[in-house]
């Protein structure tokens, strides 16, 4: 009887800590997003007159792909998009909205789902490119013929490393702030990427085929986060700019200082 008791107060306590042990662990990582929160907030200074385009996909007569709850996923962009031009907005940004309601940027000139599709894709680029944005973000759902199928994931095109660094800062903030993708950001030519003349990135915000992210893309607050974590990937893009610029101004400040050093400095004028 003493052996089944002791068994029973052990067993009492390794519940007991391995419960402590689960909320310590979401405790560490809620006190992680709220420190990275902090210091995206502490950083937003570098968006200060960056003039950002953000574009949600489709619209219109173009609903995009479908989700399993029914929801076409230009309504979801749209939402996200309004969500991320509102904090941008306010950490110092000049935002341009490719669309700001259902609708889509092609008109009766063009004839044929492709003529029309292709007509709205260029006038999106073409806004940012005449107004010389500083940035190009555009917002999609992903989709897939598996269910299975989870997680963001940040696209940029081939051959421009501006955009590269983009798209990985943009994958690296909603990996650390959403918890829910392990994806990496890849580069492919897409026709926005490719006709952009600035930094562009297509954010693929996760899979309204995967039943889970269907139910969270359309949730607000959701939507509100994702949006967060996409504005924090934009600070860190900025944020890691301005270092390597100042990087390089440093290393310029030394070359300048050790070819000064080395003259021979024979004849200084009077003042």
């Known amino acids: ?38 210091n995206i907030t502490a950083l937003s200074y570098v968006l200060a007159n960056k003039t950002i385009v953000v574009d949600p996909g489709h619209g219109g007569r173009d609903p995009g792909k479908i989700g399993l709850s029914g929801v076409p ?6 939402e996200v998009s309004k969500r991320l031009a509102a ?20 008109d009766s000139s063009a004839s044929g789902w ?7 894709l260029t ?11 500083d940035l190009y973000i555009s917002v999609h759902c992903n989709a897939y013929t598996s269910p299975r199928e989870h997680g963001a994931q940040v696209f940029s095109q081939p051959g421009s490393e501006d955009s590269k660094r983009l798209a990985e800062c943009v ?14 950001a890849k580069q492919v030519d897409y026709f926005a990427l490719r006709k952009t003349k600035m930094p562009a990135a297509i954010v693929e915000i996760g899979f309204i085929t995967n039943p889970k992210e269907d139910e969270l893309l359309r949730d607000p ?35 300048i200082l050790e070819t000064f050093r080395q003259q021979p400095g024979q004849y200084i004028p009077a003042p």
């Open 123 to 133: 006038r999106r680029t073409d806004m940012a490119n005449e107004r010389k944005a």
């Open 87 to 106: 904090v941008l907005g306010q950490m110092g940004a000049a935002i341009i909205m490719t669309r700001e309601a259902d609708v889509d940027l092609s």
């Open 114 to 120: 492709k003529s029309k599709k292709q007509q709205d």
């Open 73 to 78: 996923e230009k309504e979801i962009n749209l």
């Open 1 to 38: 009887m003493a052996v089944i008791r002791a068994f029973r107060i052990k067993k009492r306590y390794v519940l007991g800590f391995i419960t402590l042990s689960i909320l310590f662990f979401q405790l560490y990582q809620m006190v992680l997003v709220k420190i990275e929160e902090k």
């Open 221 to 255: 607050l959701y939507q509100s986060k994702v949006a967060w974590s996409i504005a924090a990937g934009i600070i860190k893009y900025y944020a890691d700019l301005e270092e390597r610029e100042n990087q390089k101004i440093d290393e310029k400040n030394k070359e």
């Open 171 to 184: 994958q690296s903030e909603m990996a650390a702030l959403l918890k829910n993708t392990n994806r990496k």
